[in-house]
């Protein structure tokens, strides 16, 4: 039976853990459940976790495999946690697939940090996903932006029109 919204995880920053003992990051499990528990989200979701990778790391054979989950999946409304380093490409990789409304967020901390724009951005990204009509979407900063006219500048960090 289908669900409202298929949420997709790849990796990337949203799910890092820090190693204060080596000082280093790690892309650790998923933390999207237990943000959308804790803010009594209601909707009728499913987590599918498909890698949990530096979005750096994700090669064309990844996105494919990010394709593949897409298309396949019976809801029409997927929202995809995604690395920002390479967030744009994998969603210009999503375009061709038609009838669905596909929102990619991530954040610029871990979620797992006291401060940090994560949870921002799924709670945005949610509303986008339900809001949007059918297409590609990349959910940061306080901003929906359609694929194609999306670019992340690395001076500000932050996404911005292109």
Excluded: W
């Excluded at 949990?52 to 790391?57: N, R």
């Excluded at 897409?70 to 029409?76: D, F, G």
């Amino acid at each position: 039976m289908s669900k409202d919204i298929c949420i997709i995880t790849t990796g990337g920053t949203i799910d890092k853990v820090y190693f204060d003992a080596n000082s280093k990051f790690e892309v650790g499990t998923p933390v999207i459940s237990q943000i959308l528990d804790e803010a009594l989200v209601t909707l009728d979701y499913r987590v599918l976790t498909l890698f949990q990778k530096d979005s750096l790391e994700i090669t064309d054979q990844d996105r494919a495999e990010v394709h593949t989950a897409v298309r396949s999946c019976s809801e029409k409304r997927i929202l995809i946690t995604h690395g920002t380093d390479t967030m744009t490409q994998t969603g210009l990789a999503l375009g061709d697939i038609p009838g669905k409304t596909i929102v990619l967020t991530g954040s610029l901390s871990p979620a797992r940090f006291r401060s940090t724009d994560a949870v921002f951005n799924i709670g945005m990204a949610l509303g986008a996903v339900q809001s949007k009509p059918a297409g590609v979407y990349i959910c940061m900063n306080g901003k929906v932006f359609d694929i194609d006219k999306v670019d992340k500048d690395l001076e500000k960090m932050q996404f911005v029109d292109k």
